[in-house]
Nanobody, 111 residues
Framework: QVQLAESGGGLVQAGGSLRLSCAAS????????MHWYRQAPGREREWVAS???????TYADSVKGRFTISRDDDKSTVGLQMNSLSIEDTAVYCC?????WGRGTQVTVAS
C-alpha cells in the first residue's frame, strides 16, 4: 500500500523559513519521480516543484530561487526547504508519487 506522510508545516512570519518532509512507503522510492503541490484557500491546486530519479529538479516560477526540493533515497523521503516565505505561500502542501497523493501539511505565513 502506497503511503505518503507530510510533516513540517506550521505558522511562520513573512520572510521566514520552513522545511517540509514527506515520508514514502509501499513503492520503490528510488525509481520514482516525486513532486510537491500546494492548494491555497479558494484556489486550484498548484504544482510547486519536482525531483526526478536522476536528481534533476524543476520549480514553478513563483517559488524559483526560494524553495529547494531534495530527496533521500535511502530514507525514502522528499524534502522541501522554503525560504523567504510570503503570505502568498500560505497553502496546504502535498507530496505526490507517481500513483498517490499525501494528505498534506498546512503552511501559514503571517504578515
Amino acid at each position: 500500500q502506497v503511503q505518503l506522510a507530510e510533516s513540517g508545516g506550521g505558522l511562520v512570519q513573512a520572510g521566514g523559513s520552513l522545511r517540509l518532509s514527506c515520508a514514502a512507503s509501499g513503492f520503490v522510492f528510488r525509481r520514482s519521480d516525486m513532486h510537491w503541490y500546494r492548494q491555497a484557500p479558494g484556489r486550484e491546486r498548484e504544482w510547486v516543484a519536482s525531483i526526478y530519479v536522476t536528481g534533476e529538479t524543476t520549480y514553478a516560477d513563483s517559488v524559483k530561487g526560494r524553495f529547494t526540493i531534495s530527496r533521500d533515497d535511502d530514507k525514502s523521503t522528499v524534502g522541501l526547504q522554503m525560504n523567504s516565505l510570503s503570505i502568498e505561500d500560505t497553502a496546504v502542501y502535498c507530496c505526490r508519487s507517481p500513483i498517490e497523493w499525501g494528505r498534506g501539511t498546512q503552511v501559514t505565513v503571517a504578515s
